[in-house]
């Protein structure tokens, strides 16, 4: 069964910087797009950034267009989330999740993506 685990979210001031990481566990995680998504209280789930199995391909929502970067490492099984130049409105609980079914096209939809972890915290003050 394949888990996800991510880490690295934390208390970071507005304008500060933040890595997060999701291990991946099983073979067969180069065959995986990935995806990173945010749920802030009382607020659905939200698409953050996605990347191909490759990592030819990234896809980013808007609002965190040239402060985020998505990345991945497929020796190490493990997709990363560099995030830069954070604001108040960052704040959310950040889940990665991966998508398993070789479709051709990134995704922004939740349901597109089949296995998810369990969550890491990242709070900006202002």
């Known amino acids: 069964q394949v888990q996800l685990v991510e880490s690295g979210g934390g208390l970071v001031q507005a304008g500060g910087s933040l890595r997060l990481s999701c291990a991946v566990s099983?073979?067969?995680?180069?065959?995986?797009?990935m995806g990173w998504f945010r749920q802030a209280q009382g607020k659905e789930r939200e698409f953050v950034a996605a990347i191909s199995r490759s990592a030819s391909s990234t896809y980013y929502t808007d609002s965190v267009k040239g402060r985020f970067t998505i990345s991945r490492d497929n020796a190490k099984h493990t997709v990363y989330l560099q995030m830069n130049s954070l604001k108040p409105e960052d704040t959310a609980v950040y889940y990665c999740?991966?998508?398993?079914?070789?479709?051709?096209?990134?995704?922004?939809?939740?349901?597109?993506?089949?296995?998810w972890g369990q969550g890491t915290q990242v709070t900006v003050s202002s």
């Open positions: 999740a991966a998508d398993r079914t070789l479709r051709n096209n990134l995704s922004r939809f939740v349901f597109d993506y089949d296995t």
């Open positions: 099983g073979r067969m995680f180069s065959a995986y797009a």
